[in-house]
């Protein structure tokens, strides 16, 4: 009896202990969702001054050559491709159903495609569906570790994109929706579309001085081009980051009350076991009594 109480105490032991892991989880990916948010939400006034700056550039003069939507490099050619996912686990089919997405839009595409990962797991999982991989991108683990990430992306990417391995680039994410949801989205960064340079060429000055575009023209324009693939992944990065965190915060609130379940069959158990002793006992000490009362007095005794 002693022996199944004992077990019984560590198994209630090791649930606590593990709870109490799932609830700083929890916690951690909660406040994680909110910075990553929020990360997304101060793009906005970047983003901004970037799309004035571009569309000044696209009314000055002609786009750069190697920048622009041209039929030739949008129907036909090589497919650069970034997808984000997750190093860590506990996150659900986070990262299969983004590499799913992936894979399903880039087959449905024209010309080969080669894929940058961002995350472990991920690649894994590109890795088994016979994607060609052209690098391997950790995970960033804050904030502020989102911008070295970009930068590293854009240096690696612009290299093989200035030899004429891809005409086109794209990345794939995962962007949350509403409580622990999230969809699997993609954009296209290359070439820019011809209707969005449009559609920037005719937004109206904010202010009543015109801007000039200083320098050489396609300087200028392809240092805004820079900065808005710069936005477009950081927000990418983010959006994924604020995703994963939230699936990792579902997967732990179904830890967490699995967890109780648990415990709650454990101390049921462990009550039943500890009380099944105790009459075991009681009725030992009330047979040992009614043994002594049966039994016939010794000679001598009155």
């Not at 032991?13 to 609830?23: E, I, N, T």
């Not at 491709?81 to 992936?102: K, M, T």
């Not at 950790?138 to 290299?159: D, H, K």
């Not at 969005?196 to 392809?222: D, F, H, I, Y």
Request: charged share 20%; aromatic share 6%.
């Amino acid at each position: 009896m002693s022996e199944s109480t004992a077990s019984l105490r560590r198994k209630i032991s090791s649930a606590g202990d593990l709870q109490s892991v799932v609830r700083t989880m929890k916690a951690l990916a909660a406040s994680s969702i909110g910075q990553y948010e929020k990360s997304v939400l101060a793009l906005a006034d970047y983003n901004r001054t970037v799309e004035l700056g571009l569309g000044a550039c696209f009314r000055a003069g002609k786009p750069a050559a190697l920048m622009v939507e041209r039929k030739k490099q949008t129907d036909a050619g090589a497919i650069g491709a970034v997808v984000f996912g997750s190093d860590q686990g506990l996150v659900g089919q986070f990262n299969d159903v983004v590499a799913d997405y992936a894979i399903k839009t880039l087959a449905a595409l024209p010309g080969k495609s080669q894929v940058w990962a961002v995350g472990e797991r991920v690649h894994a999982r590109l890795s088994d569906a016979g994607l060609p991989l052209m690098g391997l991108f950790s995970v960033p683990n804050s904030v502020q570790a989102i911008t070295p990430l970009v930068g590293q992306i854009q240096i690696e990417s612009e290299a093989h994109r200035a030899k004429g391995e891809y005409a086109r680039l794209y990345v794939f994410h995962n962007r949350p929706q509403s409580a622990a949801l999230y969809e699997p989205v993609s954009q296209r960064l290359l070439p820019l579309d011809a209707q969005w340079q449009q559609g920037l060429a005719n937004v109206r000055w904010p202010t009543k001085n015109l801007p000039e575009v200083m320098c050489s023209g396609t300087v200028t324009l392809s240092a805004f081009i820079r900065g808005y693939l710069f936005i477009s992944l950081f927000r990418a990065c983010a959006e994924s980051l604020a995703s994963e965190n939230a699936s990792r915060l579902a997967a732990m609130e179904r830890a967490d009350k699995n967890i109780n379940d648990l415990l709650e069959n454990l101390h049921g158990t462990f009550h039943r076991v500890r009380q099944s002793g105790i009459d075991e006992e009681l009725f030992d000490v009330i047979s040992g009594f009614e043994a002594l009362a049966r039994s016939p007095l010794q000679p001598g005794n009155k």
